[in-house]
């Protein structure tokens, strides 16, 4: 019923920016929360940002003033920009989504994950 499709991970350099996408296709439900996690070798998994249907976003404390959560409601797309990357961000990024469907409630679905490696 929900599936996402993750794009935008790669090798950058200290300093540098990425862009993720996160792209929804939903049937039956209606998303409400979407999120990007991310999980570092060895460690576990952790919240980066997350934005509800309203455009609040949260941002975990590691991230906040050099990443940005968007969204675009209409298409059930998210991106996250980010700028000024660090080694400690090298991890795998996976998006997140919260949908809801009346007859059964939420669900939460995970994307496959896409690699971010921060390294000279």
């Known amino acids: 019923q929900v599936q996402l499709v993750e794009s935008g991970g790669g090798l950058v350099h200290p300093g540098g920016s990425l862009r993720l996408s996160c792209a929804a296709s939903?049937?039956?439900?209606?998303?409400?929360?979407m999120g990007w996690y991310r999980q570092a070798p060895g460690k576990e998994r952790e919240l980066v940002a997350t934005?509800?249907?309203?455009?609040?976003?949260n941002y975990a404390d590691s991230v906040k003033g050099r990443f940005t959560i968007s969204r675009d409601n209409a298409k059930n797309t998210i991106d996250l920009e980010m700028n000024s990357l660090k080694p400690e961000d090298t991890a795998v990024y996976y998006c997140?989504?919260?949908?809801?469907?009346?007859?059964?409630?939420?669900?939460?679905?995970w994307g496959q994950g896409t690699p971010v490696t921060v390294s000279s």
């Open positions: 997140n989504c919260r949908a809801f469907r009346p007859t059964t409630g939420y669900v939460e679905v």
């Open positions: 934005i509800n249907r309203g455009y609040s976003t």
């Open positions: 939903v049937t039956f439900f209606n998303i409400a929360t």
